[in-house]
């Protein structure tokens, strides 16, 4: 549980700086529905993360029953909402969709970057 706490901390505040340094970035060369669309993609890639381990950490959590009480439903609910987010801020032009899509790809490159460093050490 430490680790699971650490773990999306270390997410959130890396991924959060990193997401406002490249909004800060995109507001200065492109505009502000740009960095919105970062900002927005960035927001997505954090609660899709957030959610993520948290599924992971109570299926593997084996001395209670918290594991058993995962569903199907709440497997396919997390896709599905995304899925709707993505299409209504396509549909409504909310953000810019490269935009919101560079934001969720910063936030995976942290991922995968936290992960090679807890990896080697």
Known sequence: MEQEKRL???LQIKGGIAILITAILAIFFFSIYE???IIIGGLIGILNFSMM???VYKILDSDSTKGK???LSQYTGKPLFL???FFAII???LANILAVIIGFTIILIVITAEGLRQDTS
């Open 91 to 93: 549909k409504w032009q």
């Open 35 to 37: 960095a919105a669309g």
């Open 83 to 85: 899925l709707i987010l």
């Open 8 to 10: 999306l901390k270390s």
């Open 69 to 71: 009480g995962i569903n």
């Open 53 to 55: 381990i948290r599924f």
